[in-house]
């Protein structure tokens, strides 16, 4: 019977872009193994652990706790989970309570140890991924995947595993004695193949975000603030919040991505972000007309490709990047001028200062990134925008 000590503490870090965030973080050690000393703990992180620019607070120690008391403590928290539906109450039998943190917890450790035993070999020259019980594989070698797929579609019972074949995508032709096979999405060999929110490319592997989830949804339904006290304020905090959750580094790192593919994905962030700009001043206030204050809202505007510009060189630290933050400033001003002239009675006093930018823009920026900048904003390329409710 193991015993553990659990050290609680706050860490507040500078990112490379210059924000402030904290994070809660646990650390868990044998007792024998547990650092008294703050100091020295510290000492210990830093063996592993980039602490540069941060501050770390101790908030509580738990010196002894049992594996047994553990065990039990899961075990309830498993065995006891209260189900509401309608008016009645219903003790869960079957299956992890959904939402808990034991679920993806536990799902990684039988997955992990299936995926060592059973898949190890299926990542020759290519890799398997996995987010919690969504696989991925990508390889150059067709009878790995047509293997993968045949081992996944026949289930694995020891694990409880098996696959819905209507949520399986491939691109290769599938023998016809795989079960399931009639229901399974088949794509075109060379195409971009969607997972978890990314859409791949097969050939290149390069990395778009996949906004079909948008698909006849209202964004105002998922997007609130406080409107009653300094409104303007709370919308421009809640605007750079929600962007620094979508803006991910992995979109524009140029050592995955072309120039071109960095650019789509910027645009297509900043027309988003247009489009969440329109749900939030819906929400404003009467008395909060746009026409009161316009300038405030242009550098509204501009802070968002502020932030954008920001998070391209901070991925791309160390290397020339061949797009200034001029040209993410045009992207910007042209993203928010074609979602903002739909609504052109609430925009008026907004979209000539837009246009006067980008004109402006437009004059200092090199011919051959303007020739790149008019390729990615084609509206063809922005279909799936054109159903989304707001």
């Known amino acids: 019977n193991t015993t553990y000590s659990i050290r609680r503490y706050a860490a507040v870090m500078r990112t490379g872009n210059g924000c402030i965030k904290k994070h809660y973080r646990r650390h868990v050690s044998t007792y024998n193994e547990f650092i008294y000393e703050m100091k020295q703990f510290i000492s210990h992180l830093q063996q592993s652990t980039s602490l ?57 450790l039988c997955y992990g140890d299936m995926e060592n035993k059973l898949l190890c070999n299926v990542q020759k020259d290519g890799v398997l991924m996995r987010l919690t019980d969504d696989f991925l594989l990508v390889t150059p070698h067709l009878e790995q995947a047509k293997t993968f797929l045949r081992t996944l579609a ?60 948008y698909a006849y949804t209202s964004i105002r339904s ?36 072309s120039l071109r593919t960095v650019c789509i994905n910027i645009y297509k962030i900043l027309l988003l972000q247009a489009y969440r700009f329109h749900a939030c001043v819906l929400q404003l206030p009467f008395h909060h007309h746009i026409k009161n204050n316009p300038r405030f809202f242009l550098t509204v505007i501009s802070d968002n490709a502020s932030y954008c510009f920001s998070v391209l060189k ?14 993410v400033q045009w992207l910007s001003y042209h993203a928010f001028s074609t979602k903002l002239a739909n609504h052109r009675v609430i925009y ?25 900048l008019s390729e990615v904003i084609q509206p063809s390329l922005n279909e799936d925008f054109k159903v989304i409710l707001d």
């Open 222 to 257: 998922s997007l609130s603030f406080n409107s009653t006290r300094k409104a303007g304020v709370n919308m421009r905090n809640k605007l750079l919040a929600v962007l620094q959750l979508k803006c991910h580094p992995l979109f524009i790192d140029l050592q995955i991505n």
């Open 52 to 108: 540069r620019n941060a501050i770390l607070v101790e908030q509580s120690v738990s010196l002894r706790e049992s594996s047994s008391g553990l065990l039990e403590f899961f075990l309830q928290l498993i065995h006891n989970n209260i189900l509401k539906i309608e008016d009645r109450y219903y003790v869960q039998r079957c299956g992890i309570p959904q939402g808990s943190i034991l679920s993806t917890l536990l799902c990684n």
């Open 314 to 327: 901070a991925k791309n630290a160390g290397s020339l990047i061949p797009l200034s933050y001029k040209a």
């Open 154 to 213: 026949k289930g694995i019972p020891e694990y409880g595993f098996v696959i819905n074949p209507s949520k399986t995508v491939v691109n290769f032709p599938v023998d016809e004695n795989v079960p399931g096979c009639l229901e399974f999405k088949q794509l075109p060999t060379h195409c971009v193949i969607p997972w978890c929110g990314l859409l791949i490319n097969t050939q290149t592997l390069e990395i778009y975000c996949d906004y079909s989830s």
């Open 348 to 372: 008026k006093c907004l979209l000539e200062p837009l246009r006067q930018c980008k004109l402006q823009l437009t004059r200092q920026i090199p011919e051959t990134t303007m020739q790149l």
